[in-house]
């Protein structure tokens, strides 16, 4: 077994030190200004820390990768095995540095765990970023440590008014949730309206230049040592989601136009604003009970699908509407929730269908283009119908040209040449192809493909990789999410009734009927010996 460089000697250790002062300086130099205000200048020298601390771990990760797979062969199986585990231990490095920094490095995990098309070394280990919620009842954003109320007090009073007794009857000074950039209190307007105050962090604004630029610096500077490690596309992506996220304008503005998209949707809902007392840094809304789409409560240890299970709702369901929700957002709407982690969706037991979704956090939306909707829309349907050529063709159109041909492989799990029905994934044949396949790929052509696809199939990439994650969790098989998608892009196409659009649900209907069947004979007819899962016409749409 390759021992992974450790950073033994002490004139690595003097160099590394060297590159993180000067690493540090820089940043300095281009972030305190003697005009800051003391809070300002508080954020800046923290931010200075964070930096120097994110310059010492990406330095050191660039050394680790040098030493540890220099003198093998990239074509090796030593390498692989070598890149793997220096993957894993970067990873960890890097984990650490997230949760050290909190805050913007905290989102900045969660954004790139969300994307599959890293390494899954990375995305894996970084997923746990997202389970670390601060929690203390049943609304919840993202970590983080909260503030003390004397500070959250000074942003209330600067953007609501000085007396705040003159708007709210009781205002809860414990939050109910911290997030990396605002936590959120419990309180009650005059008019007797329970409201969630989220209020933003002081200060985040100048620390918010000040990670990007470090950032900014850490891809340059890996990019001098790895050319083919190209991640500048992901910091100018995190860092536009991330400019919006702050104002909470933009954020109450995307939360009623959501509103208005699903207003004849019983199954969505979105809490109502109070414009009179939301402002850039404090948003004022109405407060929803509910439990977390799923995942734990760390502060109870109480599994959110035991709740659901306990109140009668079936986590299959809930799966089932969850995604068709953003595939209606994504294919039909063109408005896509950029941020659908478990702390952002709570299911309500309330409803005509025993539940509703609440939608919270909406201050990451990409509005897509008319034209890349409906490419996309397309996209889909030659992925159902394995019509090669026109993925091919939509590649092209997509800026990625040859990559378009793992389309099939990013989306549905098959070969752009497969001949597996949807839902069933590769033969042994085609894995073994594939495999062979994407061995003689290399991190440039990664590189290369996902700077060459435009911003809103970047946002379309994440917020799969999202829904995704949820979907398992919740026990959903891959199918649900294939036929919410086939649906929907069919819809987005011709938005009126068609027959295409019919016949899939009548599909989906027929394989639940099915399948209901099925699990009654198999209770009668299995004791007896029979071997009922063949018999299924729809086995091709089993995981």
């Known amino acids: 077994m390759r021992r992974i460089f450790k950073l033994p000697a002490t004139a690595a250790k003097t160099s590394l030190y060297l590159l993180t002062a000067a690493g540090a300086g820089a940043l300095a130099s281009q972030t305190i200004s003697p005009t800051l205000v003391p809070g300002e200048i508080r954020a800046g020298i923290s931010g200075i820390v964070r930096s120097s601390r994110a310059v010492w771990t990406i330095a050191s990760t660039v050394v680790d990768y040098k030493y540890s797979l220099h003198g093998l062969s990239e074509d090796s199986d030593d390498y692989r095995r070598v890149l793997s585990e220096v993957h894993l231990c970067s990873a960890k490095r890097i984990l650490q540095l997230c949760e050290a920094n909190k805050g ?3 989102k900045a995990g969660q954004f790139v765990a969300a994307l599959r098309q890293v ?11 997202q389970d670390q919620v601060l929690i203390i009842q049943c609304v919840s954003w993202t970590y983080a440590v909260p503030c003390h109320f004397k500070a959250i007090k000074e942003v209330l009073t600067s953007s609501l008014g000085p007396d705040l007794l003159e708007i709210f009857l009781s205002f809860d000074e414990h939050p109910v949730a911290a997030a990396s950039i605002a936590q959120v209190h419990r309180a009650v307007l005059k008019d007797h309206q329970e409201v969630a105050v989220k209020v933003q962090y002081p200060g985040l604004e100048h620390q918010f230049k000040i990670d990007i630029a470090a950032m900014s610096f850490l891809s340059k500077f890996v990019a001098l040592f790895f050319p083919e490690y190209r991640f500048g596309w992901l910091v100018s992506e995190f860092a536009e989601s991330v400019a919006l996220e702050l104002d909470f304008i933009h954020e109450a503005r995307n939360a009623e136009r959501t509103a208005r998209n699903f207003k004849n949707n019983t199954v969505v809902r979105v809490p109502h604003i109070f414009w009179d007392f939301t402002t850039r840094r404090v ?4 407060f929803c009970q509910g439990c977390k789409v799923c995942q734990k409560f760390l502060s109870f240890q109480v599994d959110d699908l035991e709740f659901m299970i306990e109140m009668e709702i079936e986590p299959i369901k809930v799966a089932k509407a969850l995604v068709e929700v953003f595939a209606e957002m994504i294919f ?9 982690h478990p702390g952002n969706i709570l299911v309500s037991p309330e409803g005509p269908n025993s539940f509703c979704l609440v939608l919270l956090d909406h201050g990451i939306y990409k509005e897509l283009d008319e034209g890349f909707r409906r490419d996309y829309c397309q996209l889909w349907k030659a ?4 019509d090669a050529n026109k993925i091919l063709q939509l590649g092209e159109r997509f800026g990625v040209g040859k990559y378009s041909r793992y389309f099939p492989l990013i989306f549905t799990g098959r070969t ?9 994934g590769m033969s042994a044949e085609e894995r073994k192809n594939i495999k062979q396949d994407l061995q003689s790929l290399k991190m ?29 969790k919740l026990g959903a098989p891959h199918r649900v999410r294939l036929l919410a998608y086939a649906k929907y892009a069919i819809q987005g196409l011709s938005p009126k009734s068609n027959p295409e659009s019919e016949l899939l649900e009548l599909l989906s209907w027929t394989e639940q009927v099915w399948h209901s069947l099925i699990k009654l004979l198999k209770q009668i007819l299995v004791p007896a010996g029979y071997r009922l899962r063949n018999l299924s016409p729809f086995y091709s749409l089993t995981p």
């Open 416 to 424: 752009i040449d497969s001949k597996s029905a949807l839902g069933r």
């Open 444 to 472: 440039e052509d990664l590189s290369s493909f996902m700077e060459s696809l435009p911003s809103d199939f970047l946002m379309i990439l994440r917020t799969d990789g999202l829904l995704r994650s949820l979907l398992s």
């Open 104 to 106: 913007f490095y905290v």
């Open 383 to 386: 992925l159902i119908l394995l």
């Open 283 to 286: 948003l004022t809304m109405e």
């Open 119 to 129: 390494p899954k070394e990375y995305s894996s280990t970084l997923s746990s970023l």
């Open 332 to 340: 039909v709407h063109g408005f896509v929730h950029g941020d659908p």
